[in-house]
């Protein structure tokens, strides 16, 4: 499975930006779990939001709940990641991941997942 992870960009505080990330490869859409995550300049990678396999259901990390939203859409093999009322501190190399089945917690973890894309920066000016 490859990911391809797209959309980011330079935006002023408060506004918004719209991440995708495509997969390709040999899956069934309908088992993949899927995960963002982001590295902030100078720290380590983090958790940002999940949807699962089974229901859908979203998780987020507290920082960004209310503000960003993860969708998908299976029959473009796609997810996706809008980012309202951005901040400074959002600013991060944000990458997408994924994997066959998984839950909660496991899917806010690094080593959660097994396919990771390239990253795409993501930079939020006050």
């Known amino acids: 499975v490859q990911l391809q992870a797209s959309g980011g960009g330079l935006v002023q505080a408060g506004g918004s930006l719209r991440l995708s990330c495509a997969a390709s490869?040999?899956?069934?859409?309908?088992?993949?779990?899927w995960g963002w995550f982001r590295q902030p300049p100078g720290k380590e990678r983090q958790f940002v939001a999940a949807?699962?396999?089974?229901?859908?259901?979203?998780y987020y990390e507290d920082s960004v709940k209310g503000r960003f939203t993860i969708s998908r859409d299976n029959a473009k093999n796609t997810m996706f990641l809008e980012m309202n009322s951005l901040k400074p501190e959002d600013t991060a190399v944000y990458y997408c991941?994924?994997?066959?089945?998984?839950?909660?917690?496991?899917?806010?973890?690094?080593?959660?997942?097994?396919?990771w894309g390239q990253g795409t920066l993501v930079t939020v000016s006050s």
């Open positions: 490869g040999s899956f069934s859409r309908y088992t993949m779990s």
């Open positions: 949807i699962t396999w089974s229901s859908s259901i979203q």
């Open positions: 991941a994924a994997r066959v089945g998984g839950s909660w917690p496991a899917l806010s973890r690094l080593n959660g997942y097994n396919y």
